[in-house]
């Protein structure tokens, strides 16, 4: 009887630290909704998210915001359904967002800004202007298009803040037209 009541605890313990680590260190889920190549949940930066949401935004360090306040999207992949590589170079386009302010940010493989001096891990509306625009997400820069830098990134994503939202954003995301993240090349292809 002991046995059995001993062996139930240890493989209990054994079950909850498996899934502990697989919450912690296991591939980054968001679940929710998909648009193009970028990924929501609606639950994000909300009070009523479960704990296996709210596990996922504390590893990757979002410090979500409320819904209303700003919605996130995130890549992991190109149009092509692709994982991202910081050994490629991709075109990101898109217009205006509908919403006052945006961003988009680069994460290396590790849920943190690469760690490569490059000063290139985001760009804001400001520096991509009103309307349509381009840039690139790329190891190097590419002329004078605005550049995420990918060097050291190893598989990486790119975050999408929409801050201030309208309505459309936060009850027709699937409807919004986002940008778009094509591969142009890899490695020695550039």
């Not at 648009?35 to 994000?44: H, L």
């Not at 009103?130 to 605005?146: D, Q, R, V």
């Not at 309208?166 to 090349?185: G, I, K, Y």
């Amino acid at each position: 009887m002991i046995w059995r009541s001993a062996l139930a605890i240890l493989l209990g313990l054994v079950t909850g630290i498996a899934a502990a680590l697989f919450l912690v260190f296991g591939p980054v889920e968001i679940g929710g909704l998909k648009n193009g190549p970028w990924r929501s949940n609606e639950n994000i930066g909300a009070s009523d998210a479960g704990p296996v949401l709210r596990a996922i935004v504390a590893r990757r360090g979002l410090l979500a915001l409320n819904r209303s306040e700003t919605v996130y999207f995130t890549a992991w992949e190109d149009d092509q359904g692709r994982p991202l590589d910081a050994d490629c170079r991709y075109a990101v386009s898109g217009q205006d967002m509908p919403t006052r302010w945006w961003s988009l940010t680069l994460y290396a493989e590790d849920d943190f800004l690469p760690r490569n001096g490059d000063d290139a891990h985001a760009l804001t509306r400001t520096d991509l202007g009103e309307g349509e625009w381009n840039a690139i997400a790329a190891p190097e820069p590419f002329g004078s298009t605005p550049w995420l830098s990918t060097r050291n990134a190893g598989t990486f994503a790119i975050t999408l803040r929409l801050y201030h939202p309208e309505d459309v954003v936060r009850d027709a995301p699937e409807s919004l037209s986002l940008p778009s993240v094509q591969l142009l090349d890899c490695g020695s292809d550039s």
